[in-house]
């Protein structure tokens, strides 16, 4: 007896591998890798070819310069190269379009998830996945021949100046980032348990404050990610700040209602093929996209360490 136990935990040990191979989804693992090996590969080739003229770049111009001065007129016949001007710019567009989306986006958030009929929800849902892919250059002209006219009018008492606004550039870059924040949002909410409603209900909250006290902390993670997601949007966003902010003075502006160059803008205004290559200008297209990318990788490293900390993990 004790032999036959013994031989039967001797025998060969079990497996899940197959005993025949299975070339399809040897194949199908092979293309797997593939993908995801050019996906890096091309992301790498991306950050190289905007970090090489780098060098080039900071020996011909001083990088404290760079980072310190107050002017941006690189081609000017006297180039002052602080970059600064044009970063102020973003900074302007992209918070005054997070104000404009984060409560509207939110709010229709709440909405779809808490309050909105399901067959209004299968409808709304559509519609703002699909305003999402609206070209940005139609709302840039929106935006300059419609809504600047109209926000100048209602407010006359404004110190507007000129055609060119920044600070309606940035409305109506929260224009459209308001159904990405609003999806994303949504998606959130709807996937918190149904059981953390049901509890709070039964204590005799309210709708509304369920949605609020409940739902909203316990999405916080997901909607903290929407909130990055239409940031990351305003910070690359070309067109319409190109159409509606226009290219300012060289120095430094704080001032929304009237135009000022963004990161974004100076960028699509340059590279147009008219600029030699390996010359000072051509190089500062890179050097401000560096800039960019080094940005918005910021903003996504904080708010991923800001997701991870607070987010809530169910059974």
Not at 71 to 85: A, C, H
Not at 253 to 270: K, L
Request: charged residues 15%; glycine residues 8%; aromatic residues 12%.
């Amino acid at each position: 007896m004790s032999s036959s136990v013994t031989s039967a935990r001797s025998g060969p040990a079990r497996t899940l591998r197959a005993d025949n191979p299975r070339y399809g989804e040897k194949a199908i693992f092979g293309f797997l890798f593939f993908t995801a090996a050019v996906s890096v590969l091309v992301t790498t080739s991306i950050v190289f070819a905007l970090f090489y003229p780098l060098p080039r770049l900071f020996s011909e111009i001083s990088i404290v310069e760079f980072f310190t001065a107050t002017e941006w007129s690189p081609g000017f016949l006297k180039p002052q190269y602080g970059v600064w001007p044009i970063v102020v710019g973003t900074v302007i567009v992209v918070i005054t379009a997070l104000i404009v989306a984060i409560p509207i986006g939110l709010l229709s958030a709440i909405y779809l998830s808490e309050f909105a009929a399901e067959p209004v929800r299968k409808t709304i849902k559509p519609v703002l996945e699909i305003l999402e892919g609206i070209p940005t250059v139609a709302t840039g002209l929106f935006a300059f021949f419609w809504l600047r006219p109209f926000l100048e009018y209602m407010t006359p008492w404004l110190p507007w100046g000129g055609l060119f606004s920044t600070g309606v550039a940035g409305v109506a870059v929260g224009l459209i980032i308001i159904p990405l924040i609003a999806s994303v949002a949504d998606d959130a909410m709807r996937s918190v348990p149904r059981s953390l409603r049901e509890g709070a209900y039964a204590l005799g909250a309210s709708k509304l404050r369920v949605s609020l006290k409940v739902v909203v902390p316990a999405a916080i993670s997901g909607i903290i990610a929407a909130f990055v997601l239409g940031g990351s949007r305003a910070v690359g966003e070309t067109m319409i700040v190109l159409l509606v902010a226009g290219a300012g003075s060289p120095g430094l502006n704080f001032n929304p209602f009237e135009g000022i160059q963004t990161m974004t803008a100076y960028i699509a205004s340059r590279a147009t093929g008219e600029i030699a290559v390996g010359s000072v200008v051509y190089d500062t297209i890179f050097a401000v996209g560096s800039l960019l990318f080094l940005i918005t990788l910021a903003m996504n490293m904080i708010a991923i360490r800001f997701v991870a900390r607070f987010r809530e993990v169910y059974e």
